[in-house]
């Protein structure tokens, strides 16, 4: 690791000017290319105390051993200099898009005597028209099989073309009148280029002209009686409008634009752009990337752009790009779409209308597409194991961990403090063991004091359970502690720990596999907390770590990693450390971590959100105490509304099935000492409204991943014992 002072050009030495720079490491490779619109002030920024510098620019500058830079006049240079760099000297440490799958292009050989229309991948080159890219290489099959009796262009290969030259015979598209056959002479080279280029105006959006045109010689053809002519018109001008139906209108003035959305989480962003031609989605791509140096949207709506049009002149590059966020400063590289183009590029962020709407479409496709990229990696067995053992390895454990649980807290500014516990086994998320706590120990906002009251609590009910299958029993000698081939690794309470009135004092594992007590008798499934994790991840850094574990110490369980992940900068932190882990960006075990915490805050949020809209639409019968969902249920049924349930006797109360006398009066006592509501009023008439009393309560059903159902844990419901 080089110390960056080593390299550091002396005072005065750098310009202040407009230039592009190059950091290189120890063997002389180019590891990130950048440019500024001052060198020197740019540059300075590198070279300052370490600890103030993004992480990963951190890595990057202790990786370089020097620093060079080249001046040019103005920013649009520095930019087109940057991207020619960047595609040169593929620098490690720079956003590099890839795209995440090779996309078809409609090709259009410009650059031939004769031109040819075909599927093309890979690179573009130079005098080839280029339309799309489409999703399908079919798709692009259909749309020319429709165009090719309009536009008779051809599509034979180099070989079929000389073939057919020399025999004197065209092909079967010739003789059906899908090519104009350039190769026996039927057009002149002049001719079927001129085909060639309506083609091309045809696929660019220009199609209104087109087709009224054509309809205007069909019109012609039959005022001269030439029926067949117009009839063969006729169906010329159906297949281009079955071609433009292809593509729907997404943008009513006729708009040639591209929108571009980004989708990022910390290591990662997935770009979409939408290529709109004539008011019509053309084409779609996609790409993915990592996030090596530290980039703001802007920065990646600018890389998005140079990736785009780097190689792009003229009509390639539209007169229109829509962004999610611009990059600053923006006029540079609006000149320099200007300059590509050869005419005025406007770039801007939409703010309404159908615009604003398309890039909402493109928004969730950029999102769908950053999703399917991490189910993809986390889907693949070889990923998942990869990914287990690098965490291992980075933790120091003994075994990769098998079953890993995390926790998280949530609550709105200390009110509806709830934890969400959720479980991945074999690197694959285990919905059905998946738990929920509200926070009964104390009031307000105490992530570290929250978090070691759920871990207590867990593990607390762990230890009752292991209690219940005799799988650690008093006098038990520690040292025969083993672990069965297959079966999850047990921790037990360690000498003297005192669960539910008994002392244990030993710890031991069973040498057979789990017992069968540690499953339902009902329906065979394991019981709520029988099984151990390998591995507790909380969401937070050094004080989180700290409350969990002193959570286990004062259990006795002394087997079980404990780490947390910091959401900011991704570290890893153990206990008792005074540094944080840093896994490599690329690893698989931190994209495994970074799933695990997330899947944990989303569970923890979504019932949090829950509770709050709960205790919002809270009403009397709620502080009824010992009166459940269902019994609630039965009363506002049977007597329809809260209100006719307050005039009610206590024998009427009592006709409602699951409801004793002593309940009743319970009731009747809880409704009494209510205030009732407030009734409403008509502000336009002054008219009193009906009671909301009288309309049933709403109710909350269980989300697909935790079914709320009699016989469900405590935690599951959010009403721990």
């Not at 070989?159 to 057919?164: H, I, P, Q, R, T």
């Not at 780097?310 to 200007?338: F, H, I, M, Y």
């Not at 009906?690 to 959010?718: F, I, L, Q």
Request: a negative charge.
């Amino acid at each position: 690791m080089a110390d960056p002072s080593s390299y550091r050009p002396k005072p005065g030495q750098i310009p202040d000017s407009p230039g592009v720079y190059k950091f290189r490491d120890e063997h002389r490779r180019v590891i990130y290319v950048g440019k500024a619109k001052s060198l020197r002030q740019r540059l300075a920024s590198y070279f300052q105390d370490l600890a103030n510098l993004h992480p990963r620019t951190r890595t990057m500058v202790t990786t370089a051993a020097s620093v060079e830079w080249t001046v040019v006049s103005t920013e649009v240079e520095a930019l087109q200099l940057e991207y020619s760099w960047i595609k040169e000297y593929d620098p490690r440490f720079n956003v590099k898009y890839r795209d995440d799958k090779s996309y078809p292009y409609l090709a259009v050989t410009m650059n031939e005597e004769f031109p040819r229309v075909q599927v093309m991948r890979g690179h573009k080159k130079k005098g080839v028209r280029y339309f799309g890219p489409y999703g399908h290489a079919w798709a692009i099959r259909d749309t020319v099989d429709l165009l090719l009796r309009v536009f008779p262009v051809r599509t034979c290969s180099a070989g079929v073309f000389k073939n057919a030259s020399r025999t004197g015979r065209p092909c079967l598209l010739g003789y059906i009148g899908k090519c104009s056959a350039p190769c026996v002479g039927r057009v002149t080279p002049e001719e079927h280029r001129e085909l060639a280029e309506e083609f091309c105006d045809f696929m660019a959006g220009r199609t209104g002209t087109y087709i009224r045109r054509q309809e205007q010689q069909m019109t012609d053809a039959a005022e001269e009686m030439e029926y067949e002519r117009a009839a063969r018109l006729r169906d010329d001008i159906e297949a281009l409008k079955k071609a433009m139906e292809k593509s729907a209108v997404v943008l009513a003035d006729a708009t040639d634009a591209d929108l571009i959305a980004v989708a990022e989480d910390e290591l990662e962003a997935a770009v979409q752009i939408f290529h709109v031609r004539g008011g019509r989605v053309r084409g779609q791509r996609g790409w993915v990337t990592d996030k090596v140096e530290a980039v703001t949207t802007g920065d990646l709506v600018e890389h998005a752009l140079q990736q785009l049009y780097g190689e792009e002149t003229g009509d390639s590059v539209p007169k229109e790009v829509l962004v999610p966020a611009l990059p600053e400063p923006v006029e540079p590289v609006q000149e320099w779409l200007t300059a590509r183009r050869g005419s005025n590029v406007s770039l801007r962020i939409p703010q309404r209308g159908d615009k604003k709407a398309l890039m909402e479409t493109v928004q969730r496709n950029a999102l769908q597409a950053l999703g399917l990229h991490k189910t993809k990696r986390a889907s693949d067995l070889t990923t998942r194991s990869r990914a287990l053992e690098e965490i291992a390895e980075a933790l120091d454990l003994d075994s990769a961990p098998l079953r890993i649980e995390c926790y998280d807290i949530s609550h709105l500014q200390g009110d509806d403090v709830v934890a969400s516990m959720v479980v991945f086994e074999d690197g694959l998320q285990r919905k059905s063991e998946y738990r929920r706590f509200q926070i009964k120990g104390f009031a307000g906002q105490d992530d570290v004091r929250s978090m070691h009251e759920v871990i207590t609590r867990r593990f607390k009910r762990y230890l009752v359970e292991k209690e219940k299958t005799g799988e650690w029993t008093d006098g038990q000698d520690a040292s025969s502690e083993t672990l069965s081939p297959g079966a999850p690794v047990s921790q037990t309470p360690a000498s003297g720990t005192t669960v539910s009135g008994t002392t244990a004092s030993a710890t031991t594992l069973s040498e057979e596999p789990l017992s069968m007590s540690a499953f339902s008798e009902d329906d065979g499934r394991p019981k709520r907390f029988a099984y151990p994790p390998q591995l507790v991840v909380v969401d937070g850094g050094r004080p989180q770590v700290a409350a969990a574990q002193k959570a286990l110490d004062e259990l006795g369980i002394d087997d079980i990693a404990v780490c947390g992940l910091a959401k900011r900068l991704e570290e890893v932190w153990l206990p008792d450390e005074d540094d944080p882990v840093v896994l490599p960006r690329t690893s698989e075990g931190l994209y495994l971590l970074q799933r695990v915490r997330d899947e944990a805050h989303r569970f923890a949020i979504t019932y949090q959100r829950a509770k709050r809209a709960k205790r919002f639409r809270a009403g009397p019968l709620d502080d009824v105490p010992g009166l459940g969902e269902s019994r609630k249920q039965a009363l506002i049924k049977h007597f329809g509304s809260v209100k006719k349930l307050r005039s009610a006797t206590i024998d009427q109360i009592c006709e409602v099935p699951g409801i004793g006398r002593k309940t009743a009066e319970t009731i009747a006592v809880a409704l009494a000492q209510a205030a009732p509501a407030a009734p409403a009023v008509n502000t336009a008439t002054g008219e009193i409204m009906e009671d909301d009393e009288d309309a049933a309560p709403e109710t909350t059903a269980g989300t697909a991943e935790e079914p709320v159902t009699a016989g469900a844990s405590d935690e599951r419901r959010g009403q721990e014992t």
